[in-house]
């Protein structure tokens, strides 16, 4: 899942000014539900149901005229609600844990760490990927520690077309920490709708995907109903970013997710670099959801980030610095780090990112982030989840519009989207440059160059026995 630069060419979106159009009709929102997205107000403790484990499978939307700004405010809340239930207590299963509740015991194992990577599924010689629920580690990383602990890519350029899960789009630069001056890494994970319609089609190799005629369509959320109550929850696709905790370099652990992970860093010819595998404590500081529903079939884009990612943010205690800025700094904003890009190299503080958001969160979604970080402050005061805010989320104003019709993205809103540590280098605001999920994923495609609907995924693929 990234939200990547328009290459130019390519067609531009409508304005900010698009009309949308009526979604679906509503008829199954709880009380609880439209509560949720009626209140405006911070409150102590959520209305009943609104921090669950259910992972929404579409937004609820409610009853009040269908502008812009009430529209986006459902989207909001279905991208709250769908981060609560992703960072939901997991069992060893990896299904989210019933007797428990987000925060409350601390912090841990969460239900998105089981879903699959794509390195998992794309295998270099296209055979069929492994089962859901084992886990293939690369073999620098199999004897540092426990099976089950992430692996985190390296973050260097991309060598070639095809997005890969270490680094930013198209290759912008890595993003480093103003803290230790290591590169933050990143990974891509798919539910299990996602890897079944993979799997069951043969998308995994490129033979699969040439012999598939049919238009891809993954699987679209639909909320159950009492004449659908398997209704599927269609298929999501995330992207994380991660930094390294170093609490001797000033930074606050209760601030942070963490987990215990491989920091793997591949070969590379440039700069030379031999792959190499260490097991570090990192914090999630970036997260990106893509979720295909019946509302949204150009997918729902949601992305979150650390409080402290471009600024300090609420209740920090005194000395707090924010992950990837600092007012001392001469470096200029929003650059890359100067080549070459070594993934193992710790870069000196005039050198490490100055990111600062261009587009800024709107008051809005400011207003809904302080009452979900209240709630979820009021489970536990030392709840780590509560230091984690909403920037947006993107969604099709259009959304019946045809994957071959004049506007196949469906008019986007808002125009642009960008998270600070996932498309930290195009920001902004202009149509073919800046970043907008659906307008650059609207271009994405299988190797044999059919539209994949809306994921890059499908153009990792390899030939049977090896090879692009």
Same mark, same amino acid.
């Given at each position: 899942?990234?939200?990547?630069?328009?290459?130019?060419?390519?067609a531009?979106?409508? *304005?900010?000014?698009?009309?949308?159009?009526?979604?679906p009709?509503?008829?199954?929102?709880?009380p609880?539900?439209?509560?949720?997205?009626?209140?405006?107000?911070?409150?102590?403790? #959520?209305?009943?149901?609104?921090?669950?484990?259910?992972?929404? @499978?579409?937004?609820?939307?409610?009853?009040?005229?269908q502008?812009?700004?009430? &529209?986006q405010?459902?989207?909001?809340?279905?991208?709250?609600?769908?981060?609560?239930?992703?960072?939901?207590?997991?069992?060893p299963?990896?299904?989210?844990?019933?007797?428990?509740? &987000?925060?409350?015991d601390?912090?841990?194992?969460?239900?998105?760490?089981? $879903?699959?990577?794509?390195?998992?599924?794309?295998l270099?010689?296209?055979?069929?990927?492994?089962?859901?629920?084992?886990q293939?580690?690369?073999?620098?990383?199999?004897?540092? *520690?426990?099976?089950?602990?992430?692996?985190?890519?390296?973050?260097?350029?991309?060598?070639?077309?095809?997005?890969?899960?270490?680094?930013?789009?198209?290759?912008?630069?890595?993003?480093?920490?103003?803290q230790?001056?290591?590169y933050?890494?990143?990974?891509?994970?798919?539910? @299990?709708?996602? $890897?079944?319609?993979?799997v069951?089609n043969?998308?995994?190799?490129?033979? =699969?995907?040439?012999a598939f005629t049919?238009?891809?369509?993954?699987?679209?959320g639909t909320?159950?109903?009492?004449?659908? /109550?398997?209704?599927?929850?269609?298929?999501?696709?995330?992207?994380?970013?991660w930094?390294?905790?170093?609490?001797?370099?000033?930074?606050?652990?209760?601030?942070?997710?963490?987990?215990?992970?491989?920091?793997?860093?591949r070969?590379?010819?440039?700069?030379?670099t031999?792959?190499?595998?260490?097991?570090?404590?990192?914090?999630?500081?970036g997260? @990106? &959801?893509?979720?295909?529903?019946?509302?949204? /079939?150009?997918?729902?884009w949601?992305?979150?980030?650390?409080?402290?990612?471009?600024?300090v943010?609420?209740?920090?205690?005194p000395?707090?610095?924010?992950?990837?800025?600092?007012?001392?700094?001469?470096?200029?904003v929003?650059?890359?780090?100067?080549r070459?890009?070594?993934?193992?190299?710790?870069l #000196?503080?005039?050198?490490?990112?100055?990111?600062?958001?261009?587009?800024?969160?709107?008051?809005?979604?400011?207003?809904l982030?302080?009452?979900?970080?209240?709630?979820?402050?009021?489970?536990?005061?030392?709840?780590?989840?509560?230091?984690?805010?909403l920037?947006?989320?993107?969604?099709?104003?259009?959304?019946?519009?045809?994957?071959?019709?004049?506007?196949?993205?469906?008019?986007?809103?808002?125009?642009?989207?960008?998270?600070?540590?996932?498309?930290? $280098?195009?920001? =902004?605001?202009?149509?073919?440059?800046?970043?907008?999920c659906?307008?650059?994923h609207?271009?994405?495609?299988?190797?044999n160059?059919?539209?994949?609907?809306?994921?890059?995924?499908?153009e990792?693929?390899?030939?049977?026995?090896?090879?692009?």
């Amino acid at each position: 899942m990234i939200c990547m630069i328009i290459l130019s060419g390519l067609a531009c979106m409508g *304005g900010g000014g698009c009309t949308p159009v009526q979604p679906p009709a509503n008829t199954n929102a709880t009380p609880a539900a439209t509560a949720t997205a009626n209140n405006t107000s911070a409150a102590p403790t #959520p209305p009943p149901g609104t921090l669950g484990p259910a992972i929404p @499978h579409d937004a609820n939307f409610s009853d009040n005229p269908q502008t812009l700004a009430a &529209i986006q405010h459902d989207f909001d809340a279905f991208s709250w609600q769908s981060f609560v239930a992703l960072n939901w207590p997991a069992m060893p299963d990896g299904s989210a844990d019933p007797g428990k509740v &987000i925060g409350a015991d601390g912090d841990g194992a969460v239900v998105w760490d089981g $879903y699959k990577e794509p390195y998992e599924v794309f295998l270099p010689d296209g055979s069929t990927p492994t089962p859901w629920g084992q886990q293939q580690l690369p073999a620098q990383c199999r004897n540092l *520690g426990p099976p089950g602990d992430k692996v985190l890519q390296m973050t260097q350029k991309v060598s070639d077309d095809v997005l890969d899960a270490s680094g930013q789009p198209f290759g912008t630069g890595p993003l480093v920490d103003q803290q230790n001056g290591r590169y933050v890494r990143y990974e891509i994970r798919i539910n @299990h709708d996602t $890897y079944d319609y993979i799997v069951q089609n043969t998308l995994y190799n490129k033979e =699969g995907q040439q012999a598939f005629t049919q238009l891809i369509q993954f699987p679209k959320g639909t909320n159950p109903s009492s004449q659908a /109550p398997d209704a599927p929850v269609g298929s999501i696709v995330i992207k994380a970013a991660w930094k390294v905790i170093d609490p001797a370099q000033g930074d606050i652990p209760g601030r942070f997710h963490k987990v215990q992970a491989y920091v793997y860093t591949r070969a590379s010819d440039n700069p030379p670099t031999p792959p190499s595998c260490e097991l570090k404590t990192v914090g999630l500081v970036g997260f @990106h &959801i893509a979720h295909k529903t019946a509302s949204a /079939p150009q997918w729902v884009w949601s992305t979150f980030e650390q409080v402290d990612n471009v600024q300090v943010g609420h209740d920090a205690p005194p000395g707090t610095k924010a992950n990837f800025f600092d007012a001392a700094s001469t470096y200029p904003v929003n650059t890359p780090p100067p080549r070459p890009w070594n993934p193992n190299a710790v870069l #000196p503080p005039d050198k490490r990112s100055q990111v600062k958001r261009v587009i800024p969160i709107d008051d809005a979604t400011k207003a809904l982030n302080a009452q979900w970080q209240a709630w979820l402050g009021g489970v536990n005061k030392d709840s780590v989840w509560q230091y984690y805010e909403l920037v947006s989320t993107q969604w099709p104003t259009q959304p019946n519009a045809s994957p071959t019709g004049p506007k196949p993205a469906g008019d986007p809103a808002p125009p642009f989207l960008a998270n600070a540590t996932l498309e930290t $280098y195009i920001q =902004g605001n202009t149509p073919n440059v800046s970043s907008s999920c659906i307008m650059c994923h609207n271009n994405a495609t299988t190797t044999n160059s059919k539209f994949s609907d809306f994921t890059y995924l499908l153009e990792r693929a390899h030939k049977k026995g090896g090879g692009k």
